[in-house]
């Protein structure tokens, strides 16, 4: 089983509808991301969790919101998508050990389009 | 702001040949990390190699390996005797020692294989 899963896989909505897209992660990590994949552009932060009390915001968190339920789950909401967050999102859990940064690890995305 | 450039937005290489990824990057920290990530047609992101400012040794992993340059802020990925599975999107990712790890990712090079 995939130790970070993402759901839907793709979704395809209209613009003005409210898009809610999961993450859950096996891994025991503490701190959990969410990016935004555009051609041409990279993988830019949307938001970022420390912990379930620890949530901020990232490089591009206009109009997205994320609730942090568990330590295992990161949402990603969407109140009223438009067709410029067309995207492939994805998210990313790591942890810390004092100094030593262990790696990110992603999920294998969600392929979102808004017509 | 940190940031992170990959200049060659494509690159083609024939099989069993080896290829260089160029990454430049600016940051007035001296203790970061670098990395790079690979994204097949699949779009999982995969970490290929990653490497600490502190430490003078280029990291090597099997094929790849980096030519990290501090003072000239480089950090290029030469993949030798390249493979049909080494055609993916590459990108330079760097993140800072400290609390808030964020990464932040270069736009990505396409890299195709020639049989």
């Known amino acids: 089983d995939a130790d970070v899963t993402q759901t839907p896989r793709n979704r395809i909505t209209k613009t003005g509808k409210r898009i809610m897209l999961e993450c859950s992660q096996t891994?025991?990590?503490?701190?959990m991301y969410w990016y935004r994949q555009d051609p041409g552009l990279g993988l830019r932060l949307i938001y970022y969790?420390?912990?379930?009390?620890?949530?901020n915001k990232g490089e591009i968190s206009d109009g997205y919101s994320v609730s942090r339920q568990a330590q295992a789950k990161f949402s990603l909401s969407l109140e009223s998508a438009i067709p410029n967050q067309t995207a492939l999102y994805f998210c990313?859990?790591?942890?810390?050990?004092?100094?030593?940064?262990?790696?990110?690890?992603f999920g294998p995305g969600t392929r979102l389009t808004v017509l | 702001a940190q940031t992170v450039t990959q200049s060659q937005p494509e690159m083609s290489v024939q099989e069993a040949e080896t290829v260089t990824l160029s990454c430049t990057y600016d940051?007035?920290?001296?203790?970061?990390?670098l990395f790079w990530y690979k994204q097949p047609p699949s779009r999982q992101m995969i970490l290929v190699i990653r490497?600490?400012?502190?430490?003078?040794q280029n990291a090597t992993e099997n094929r790849f390996s980096v030519n990290f340059q501090k003072a000239a802020k480089s950090f290029s990925l030469k993949i030798s005797d390249s493979q049909l599975g080494d055609a993916a999107m590459y990108f330079c990712?760097?993140?800072?020692?400290?609390?808030?790890?964020?990464?932040?990712f270069g736009k990505g090079t396409r890299l195709h294989i020639l049989p």
């Open positions: 990712a760097y993140r800072r020692v400290n609390r808030d790890d964020k990464i932040i």
């Open positions: 990313a859990t790591s942890s810390v050990s004092g100094r030593t940064y262990n790696e990110q690890f």
């Open positions: 940051t007035s920290e001296s203790d970061y990390y």
């Open positions: 969790s420390f912990d379930v009390k620890d949530i």
């Open positions: 490497q600490e400012a502190y430490k003078q």
């Open positions: 891994k025991g990590h503490d701190r």
